[in-house]
């Protein structure tokens, strides 16, 4: 089934920022204010809407209290060019790994930041010069106002007779980030703030070439600095990565170290910690460590257009900006997922009575079927079994299908209002959605490859489908509980974000080192933490982090 196409309104708060993308008015001649405060000065409506104090809640997928920003600060203080000997180089983009989707992108971005540190080495992010760059703009995340030069730009109108795209004719900044890095802002702890290798020896290509090499994850490069230091560089695009971790995993040769921990941000204790570890508690404790970190970064042009397009949501009307409360479901239908997790589907209603392969009531698994998630048994009940107080659950469902779900919510028993329906007799949810107007809810369009119906496409919708998309996940990744799968990326992505480290209380020997206390309770404590999270239906054992 193609998911259906949503006939929704723009809301009027996000509205103006793509009035600045996508027209060529002479307030974004004037963009000098804008670029080194955020917000320009001669925007009421913009001062009104966004308070800069916020932004740091929007840069990141967790709570920011869950961040230890300590971490960053020391290494950005430490960071010396001379501790650059020893590298991991990820390139994002060879092997069409740039055109995949939010998920698959970020899932990868984990996974090299998961190997490079386990292999003692500072992570670098390589992207590609922006006239090597398959996507008009120079990233697969579209173009923000911010990203363009204030001189030297064509209006819309003049080359409307042109087949160019009109962001064809604007000129990106020269060090505007691009590719990968227009979306995520790589942390220094893991890159020690180290530059781009070799530069004077080897171009973009060279290193292109040589991280899709069967070798590159085996075969350190050596190269010698302007400088005179020797460089070690393991140089890999996303294709050698995953084969590699997939073949080091199923050998089990991963095998935690208090190096890795430390790699990871993390204090002496911590290190202790992990170092008694393996398998899944391992890279829980891991992910945790990178978690408290604060690993996952966005770019401050993205945090501020997410959080101009959350307070226009009217979830957030409902349930407060500060500290809000609500539940989250995600709701994944597009052909591709259909076709890969097809035996999911067919033993779903194999369950639900129907035999017939060719012939199910419908190829995805019923909205309904996630509710069922939320228990009855969660709300206090009498010695009758007669539920004595009923729970009020906001819930925000994110979704390639909004139409169809929402006939089905339409269809649902029990309902109390046009949004509210009673289930188990115990939850009164209260639904709500994404109020953009998209037509599509990949990256590319309405799919991996583009538009099926040739629509054309620039940096300025491409952003704006970025931005629609990175809002979503925000929402799934700090909600109090998510429903969803591990078939998508997304719903393995989120796994992951919602992963916490959950440090025993220690009990003091007598000595003067926390290394050296013991842990006191249980005789296997558990050391990490997942946010509450309930799996519809498939697989219900994570895969690794990144896999």
């Given at each position: 089934?193609?998911?259906?196409?949503?006939?929704?309104?723009?809301?009027?708060?996000?509205?103006?920022?793509?009035?600045?993308?996508?027209?060529?008015?002479?307030?974004?001649?004037?963009?000098?204010?804008?670029?080194?405060?955020?917000?320009?000065?001669?925007?009421?409506?913009?001062?009104?809407?966004?308070?800069?104090?916020?932004?740091?809640?929007?840069?990141?997928?967790?709570?920011?209290?869950?961040?230890?920003?300590?971490?960053?600060?020391?290494?950005?203080?430490?960071?010396?060019?001379?501790?650059?000997?020893?590298?991991?180089?990820?390139?994002?983009?060879?092997?069409?790994?740039?055109?995949?989707?939010?998920?698959?992108?970020?899932?990868?971005?984990?996974?090299?930041?998961?190997?490079?540190?386990?292999?003692?080495?500072?992570?670098?992010?390589?992207?590609?010069?922006?006239?090597?760059?398959?996507?008009?703009?120079?990233?697969?995340?579209?173009?923000?106002?911010?990203?363009?030069?204030?001189?030297?730009?064509?209006?819309?109108?003049?080359?409307?007779?042109?087949?160019?795209?009109?962001?064809?004719?604007?000129?990106?900044?020269?060090?505007?980030?691009?590719?990968?890095?227009?979306?995520?802002?790589?942390?220094?702890?893991?890159?020690?703030?180290?530059?781009?290798?070799?530069?004077?020896?080897?171009?973009?290509?060279?290193?292109?070439?040589?991280?899709?090499?069967?070798?590159?994850?085996?075969?350190?490069?050596?190269?010698?600095?302007?400088?005179?230091?020797?460089?070690?560089?393991?140089?890999?695009?996303?294709?050698?990565?995953?084969?590699?971790?997939?073949?080091?995993?199923?050998?089990?040769?991963?095998?935690?170290?208090?190096?890795?921990?430390?790699?990871?941000?993390?204090?002496?204790?911590?290190?202790?910690?992990?170092?008694?570890?393996?398998?899944?508690?391992?890279?829980?404790?891991?992910?945790?460590?990178?978690?408290?970190?604060?690993?996952?970064?966005?770019?401050?042009?993205?945090?501020?257009?997410?959080?101009?397009?959350?307070?226009?949501?009217?979830?957030?009307?409902?349930?407060?900006?500060?500290?809000?409360?609500?539940?989250?479901?995600?709701?994944?239908?597009?052909?591709?997922?259909?076709?890969?997790?097809?035996?999911?589907?067919?033993?779903?209603?194999?369950?639900?009575?129907?035999?017939?392969?060719?012939?199910?009531?419908?190829?995805?698994?019923?909205?309904?079927?996630?509710?069922?998630?939320?228990?009855?048994?969660?709300?206090?009940?009498?010695?009758?079994?007669?539920?004595?107080?009923?729970?009020?659950?906001?819930?925000?469902?994110?979704?390639?299908?909004?139409?169809?779900?929402k006939e089905e919510i339409a269809n649902l028993p029990n309902r109390i209002d046009e949004r509210k329906v009673l289930w188990n007799d115990c939850h009164e949810l209260s639904f709500y959605f994404n109020p953009t107007d998209d037509s599509s809810f990949h990256l590319n369009g309405d799919g991996e490859t583009g538009f099926s119906d040739g629509t054309e496409d620039n940096c300025f919708k491409r952003y704006h489908r970025n931005i629609a998309s990175v809002a979503d996940m925000m929402i799934l990744a700090k909600s109090r509980t998510f429903v969803g799968e591990f078939n998508s990326n997304w719903g393995k992505l989120l796994r992951s974000m919602r992963v916490r480290l959950d440090t025993p209380?220690?009990?003091?020997?007598?000595?003067?080192?926390?290394?050296?206390?013991?842990?006191?309770?249980?005789?296997?404590?558990?050391?990490?933490?997942?946010?509450?999270?309930?799996?519809?239906?498939?697989?219900?054992?994570?895969?690794?982090?990144?896999?």
């Amino acid at each position: 089934m193609t998911p259906s196409t949503p006939q929704r309104s723009i809301p009027r708060a996000y509205a103006a920022t793509l009035l600045l993308g996508v027209a060529m008015s002479p307030f974004i001649l004037n963009l000098q204010g804008f670029l080194s405060t955020f917000y320009p000065p001669s925007s009421f409506f913009l001062r009104r809407s966004l308070s800069f104090n916020d932004l740091e809640n929007y840069s990141t997928l967790q709570d920011v209290n869950d961040i230890d920003p300590s971490i960053e600060q020391r290494a950005v203080a430490n960071a010396n060019d001379d501790k650059c000997r020893n590298l991991f180089l990820f390139l994002p983009d060879p092997q069409h790994f740039s055109s995949h989707g939010h998920g698959s992108q970020l899932n990868t971005y984990i996974m090299s930041t998961l190997i490079g540190t386990y292999l003692n080495r500072k992570v670098l992010l390589l992207e590609p010069p922006n006239e090597l760059s398959t996507f008009a703009g120079g990233s697969q995340f579209g173009c923000p106002v911010d990203a363009f030069e204030e001189i030297h730009m064509t209006s819309p109108a003049a080359s409307s007779s042109s087949s160019s795209s009109p962001s064809d004719s604007w000129k990106i900044k020269e060090n505007f980030p691009g590719g990968f890095s227009r979306l995520i802002d790589h942390q220094t702890w893991l890159s020690g703030g180290c530059p781009i290798p070799c530069a004077d020896t080897y171009t973009y290509n060279d290193w292109a070439r040589m991280s899709v090499s069967s070798t590159a994850m085996n075969v350190p490069i050596t190269c010698k600095e302007s400088d005179g230091r020797t460089v070690n560089v393991i140089a890999t695009a996303g294709g050698p990565l995953r084969q590699y971790s997939r073949s080091k995993t199923k050998d089990k040769h991963f095998i935690a170290s208090e190096r890795w921990a430390i790699k990871l941000g993390a204090t002496l204790t911590e290190a202790r910690i992990f170092s008694t570890l393996s398998n899944a508690a391992m890279w829980d404790y891991a992910m945790g460590l990178m978690i408290k970190a604060g690993f996952l970064r966005l770019q401050p042009w993205i945090a501020r257009d997410v959080e101009m397009l959350l307070k226009s949501f009217d979830l957030f009307h409902a349930v407060g900006t500060k500290n809000p409360v609500y539940d989250s479901i995600h709701v994944r239908r597009g052909d591709k997922l259909i076709e890969e997790a097809r035996g999911e589907v067919v033993k779903y209603w194999r369950s639900q009575g129907h035999s017939d392969t060719e012939n199910l009531p419908t190829n995805y698994v019923p909205f309904a079927h996630y509710l069922d998630q939320f228990k009855k048994e969660e709300c206090p009940m009498n010695e009758l079994g007669e539920v004595t107080e009923r729970m009020k659950r906001v819930v925000y469902v994110a979704t390639d299908d909004p139409i169809v779900v929402k006939e089905e919510i339409a269809n649902l028993p029990n309902r109390i209002d046009e949004r509210k329906v009673l289930w188990n007799d115990c939850h009164e949810l209260s639904f709500y959605f994404n109020p953009t107007d998209d037509s599509s809810f990949h990256l590319n369009g309405d799919g991996e490859t583009g538009f099926s119906d040739g629509t054309e496409d620039n940096c300025f919708k491409r952003y704006h489908r970025n931005i629609a998309s990175v809002a979503d996940m925000m929402i799934l990744a700090k909600s109090r509980t998510f429903v969803g799968e591990f078939n998508s990326n997304w719903g393995k992505l989120l796994r992951s974000m919602r992963v916490r480290l959950d440090t025993p209380i220690l009990q003091d020997d007598g000595s003067n080192s926390d290394t050296d206390k013991k842990v006191v309770g249980d005789l296997n404590p558990r050391f990490s933490k997942t946010l509450d999270m309930r799996i519809a239906w498939g697989p219900t054992v994570p895969r690794l982090p990144g896999m």
